[in-house]
């Protein structure tokens, strides 16, 4: 590539980047549903006409904060694996980091949480799609190489099935975990229960779930 195209593609990720960062910004602000693409370029400063240059409308652009979403949880996964030596600990830390991520990063969760939802067929999906969907899969090999080191270290089972399953089915039970941590803490001490006594119980059921012993459910 020739140092003009270089630089015209320079550009153009650095002008993509801006608008990216005007919708995150707002959308921590406010909420992904009272962000407007007006407001996006208001924001970037920069004309409507050029922000749909970018992002052919506001699912697309929902799409890029996503992969961002994705590529910061993938590295507090990996940060939280190197603090522990065993596979089951490692995978609690992950827990315990995908519970932290939720509640410091509420706009990065609620992302996660509308491509969950999400149901696209294959051909229709653009680059943008799949770049956030390839995200996902290194997210959840971080977690599979967790249960493969838990698994030769002994910390847990091996007749768990299918590790990439697995790996989903913990995404489910913690997302939905954390959600309910985000969004009913009051109702919970209404009920005599405190968020951390939620992820204390959450904890030691993945655990001994995986590890087949572990602290009694009841304590």
């Known amino acids: ?18 608008i990216v960062d005007a919708a995150e910004t707002l959308y921590r602000e406010l909420g992904w ?17 050029l922000v749909y240059v970018y992002f052919k409308d506001k699912s697309e652009l929902l799409l890029a904060i996503t992969e961002r979403a994705m590529e910061v949880l993938r590295t507090r996964f990996e940060e939280a694996g190197t603090r522990a030596r065993m596979g089951i600990d490692q995978i609690e ?17 609620d992302a996660c949480a509308r491509l969950e939802s999400r149901a696209t067929e294959a051909s229709e999906r653009g680059s943008t799609e799949d770049a956030v969907l390839a995200m996902g899969r290194r997210v959840h090999e971080v977690v599979v190489a967790s249960l493969e080191a838990g698994q030769r ?43 951390t006594q939620l992820t204390q119980q959450a904890i030691a059921m993945i655990r001994y779930t995986l590890a ?5 459910l009841a304590g």
Request: charged share 25%; glycine share 8%.
């Open 1 to 18: 590539m020739s140092y003009i195209a270089d630089r015209r593609q320079e550009e153009k990720d650095r002008r993509r980047s801006e």
């Open 33 to 49: 549903d009272a962000v407007t693409m007006d407001a996006v370029a208001r924001k970037a400063r920069l004309s409507r006409a």
């Open 93 to 109: 830390a992950m827990g315990r980091a995908y519970m932290a991520y939720g509640l410091e990063f509420p706009h990065y969760f």
């Open 153 to 195: 270290d002994g910390s847990i089972r091996a007749d768990i099935g299918d590790l990439n399953v697995t790996s989903r089915v913990l995404w489910g039970f913690t997302h939905g975990l954390t959600q309910i941590a985000i969004t009913k803490a009051r109702p919970l001490a209404e009920a005599g229960i405190s968020v």
């Open 212 to 216: 087949g012993s572990g602290p009694s």
